[in-house]
């Protein structure tokens, strides 16, 4: 069975190969496409990280994905509004539905952008009693103005780590972006877009494998022992 290429100029379409679900579901497998929410970390109308976020997307649906795209337009940032704030909503509701997620920032000042980091602190350890991101696959990518930098890639691993997502090891760096994206928007191309293909398939690898497992893989003794001792003290209360 061959992927619909026909939104993808740049693909191989001969070495695009349909991911195996078989061969990577688990027993508790939802059964439904993954999941993939895409965050991107610039409000610029030109927008190289939107239009690699888009790029990501596009290529994500012809894996088999769900994908949605989060706009952070008008998004308050965190303390500036409370959390009945619609974007801030939208942007959680999101994060609950995804089974996996794609952050790609601009690098600015050798880090990632204010807008990024903004939308990843409005996204909580835990709500309502379910932490929204923990054992939730993680892809990161940058794109720079100037010579290839793995800054903020490097600092988007380290806020995967702490929201307790699975990270996958591949990752896309894009400099020069100016020169890597057509008028339309469209990545050319080039090594650079073959390696933005490369994170996409190991994304839904990687998401395939992990949502059915999820719950087992981040079962934690530490949380075990302390929910044992909430649970006797609550019984053994003197009266």
């Given at each position: 069975m061959s992927l619909d290429t026909s939104k993808l100029p740049a693909i191989d379409a001969d070495e695009l190969h349909p991911i195996d679900v078989r061969a990577l579901a688990g027993p508790g497998d939802p059964g439904h496409p993954p999941r993939i929410l895409v965050l991107y970390g610039s409000l610029r109308e030109r927008s190289y990280s939107r239009f690699l976020a888009e790029e990501a997307g596009r290529l994500l649906e012809a894996l088999g994905c769900e994908v949605r795209t989060f706009d952070p337009t008008d998004l308050p940032l965190p303390d500036e509004?409370?959390?009945?704030?619609?974007?801030?909503?939208?942007?959680?509701?999101?994060a609950m539905w995804s089974e996996g997620m794609v952050w790609v920032s601009p690098e600015r000042h050798g880090a990632m952008t204010a807008v990024m980091k903004?939308?990843?602190?409005?996204?909580?350890?835990?709500?309502?009693?379910?932490?929204?991101?923990?054992?939730?696959?993680?892809?990161?990518?940058?794109?720079?103005?100037?010579?290839?930098?793995?800054?903020?890639?490097?600092?988007?691993?380290?806020?995967?780590?702490?929201?307790?997502?699975?990270?996958?090891?591949?990752?896309?760096?894009?400099?020069?972006?100016?020169?890597?994206?057509?008028?339309?928007?469209?990545?050319?191309a080039s090594p650079l877009y073959q390696r933005v293909v490369d994170v996409c398939e190991e994304l839904t690898k990687f998401t395939l494998m992990v949502r059915g497992r999820s719950e087992y893989l981040t079962?934690?003794?530490?949380?075990?022992?302390?929910?044992?001792e909430a649970l006797s003290a609550r019984v053994n209360q003197s009266t």
């Open positions: 509004a409370n959390a009945e704030h619609p974007k801030v909503v939208m942007l959680r509701e999101l903004a939308q990843i602190d409005w996204l909580p350890l835990a709500l309502g009693g379910v932490r929204p991101t923990q054992g939730k696959t993680l892809a990161v990518m940058e794109v720079s103005g100037g010579s290839q930098s793995f800054n903020a890639v490097n600092q988007l691993r380290i806020l995967g780590r702490w929201m307790r997502m699975v990270t996958i090891p591949n990752q896309s760096s894009v400099p020069k972006a100016f020169n890597e994206f057509d008028d339309t928007g469209r990545m050319r079962a934690r003794y530490s949380e075990r022992v302390e929910s044992a």
